[in-house]
Each structure stands twice: as structure tokens, then as C-alpha cells.
């Protein structure tokens, strides 16, 4: 099975640390997206991209958080000086269309700041 | 800023008793999508609606959406302890833009 495939599950850093996150999205889609949850609320977007451009960024989006998706394939998520804040799920989800096109979701990366 | 306002937000039942989760917003929608989410895993669609007025039905699950494409509902009959998770609507106000989440309905079904 081919799903949308995130790395590393779960992360524990210290405040301060830069933390990369890896997508690897369903090889035929070209629209990838990056969300953030917290528990029990529903996912935040973030950032998405069609193809290797990345067309729209949440305002809340700090210029501490960066994300890159060379080649259209996978995308990764970075986020610099981390702070407590910052703990969270990340997911990323992909689809091969935008209008009303169904979001297919990965497992997430889990975020711990210490 | 568009905005999609769930409610409840929390909702314990009991197996067999029917329930509605409501979904508004101020703002127009091209369509709204129903996901499911259980712990530890990604969301994962049960329907999208298009159409204002539209209802769709998956085996007990019922979703409308309303006339003037700003809200939704999602109604189940004869809830099952299976149903348990977190139902979040999802909506994009134009083709082409990202699709923005309501907070969850928390669902919990108790046998």
C-alpha cells in the first residue's frame, strides 16, 4: 500500500532545536498540504502545494516554520528554535485535485518541546 | 476569515440512540467534506457535498447541506460504539483553495 507516508513519527526535542518532518505523499497526487493538530481540535492548515510551487501559507504560519518540496515529490516541513508552543501533531495529507477532491491523510508526526 | 463553527463539541450517547452534529459558517463554501478521525491516525473522508440542499446518506450516517451552502449537518441513526471519534467538517470557500477544519465534535458511544 502506497499511503501518504510521514517521518519520523514522533519527536522529543529541547526548546531551541531545529526539527525537520518528512512527507512522502501518494506518488500520483499533486497537491500535498501540511496541517497541525492539537488534541482534540481539528487540523490547522499550514501551508499546501501544487507540484513543487507552494501556493498558499496560513498567516499563522511564523517565519520560524519553512517548507520546501523539491521536485514536486516529497515535501518537508522545518521548524527552527523550537519553542513549547510549537508541540503538536503534524500531519500532511495529499490529493490529485483541488476542487472538492478528497484529502488523504498520513499518521502524522508527534511533537514534543521540551 | 472564513470559519467553521461545530457543535457540540463534545457528545456522549449511548449505543442505539440517534444523534446531529452541526456545522456553520458566515461564510459561502463550494463544498463541505466530512471526516472521521480515530486516535493516532489521520482523518479520513466519509463524504463531500457540492450541491446547496444536497443530502447524501453512507448506511446510517445523513449529511445535508443547507440551501445557501453555509452550514451542514451530519445526523447517524442507531449509534454503534464503532461511531466513536472525532467528526470534523472541512470546507473550501473557492476552488483552488486550501481546505480550512472546523474544531470537532468529539463523538463517544458508550454500550
Redesign the interface.
Known amino acids: 500500500d502506497t499511503g501518504v507516508s510521514q517521518n519520523p513519527r514522533h519527536k522529543i526535542t529541547k526548546r531551541g532545536q531545529n526539527v525537520t518532518f518528512r512527507c512522502d505523499p501518494i506518488s500520483e497526487h499533486n497537491r500535498l498540504y501540511w496541517y497541525r493538530q492539537t488534541l482534540g481540535q481539528g487540523p490547522e492548515f499550514l501551508t499546501y502545494f501544487q507540484n513543487e510551487a507552494q501556493l498558499e501559507k496560513s498567516r499563522l504560519l511564523s517565519d520560524r516554520f519553512s517548507a520546501e518540496r523539491p521536485k514536486g515529490s516529497f515535501s518537508t516541513l522545518e521548524i527552527q528554535r523550537t519553542e513549547q508552543g510549537d508541540s503538536a501533531m503534524y500531519l500532511c495529507a495529499s490529493s490529485d485535485r483541488g476542487y472538492a477532491g478528497e484529502l488523504f491523510f498520513g499518521e502524522g508526526s508527534r511533537l514534543t518541546v521540551l | 476569515t472564513q470559519l467553521l463553527e ?1 457543535s457540540p463539541q463534545f457528545l456522549s450517547i449511548q449505543e442505539g440512540e440517534n444523534l446531529t452534529v452541526y456545522c456553520n459558517s458566515s461564510s459561502v463554501f ?2 463541505l ?1 466530512w ?1 472521521r478521525q480515530e486516535p ?6 466519509l463524504v ?1 457535498v ?1 450541491t446547496g440542499g444536497e443530502v447524501k446518506k453512507l448506511k446510517r450516517l445523513t449529511f445535508q447541506f443547507g440551501d445557501a451552502r453555509k452550514d451542514s449537518s451530519l445526523h447517524i441513526t442507531a449509534a454503534q460504539p464503532g461511531d466513536t471519534g ?1 467528526y ?1 467538517c ?1 470546507g ?1 470557500e473557492q ?10 465534535t ?1 463523538l463517544s458511544v458508550s454500550s
Open positions: 461545530q463550494s463544498s467534506q471526516y493516532g491516525e489521520g482523518p479520513v473522508l463531500t457540492v472525532l470534523l472541512a473550501a476552488a483552488g483553495t486550501a481546505l480550512i477544519f472546523g474544531k470537532g468529539t
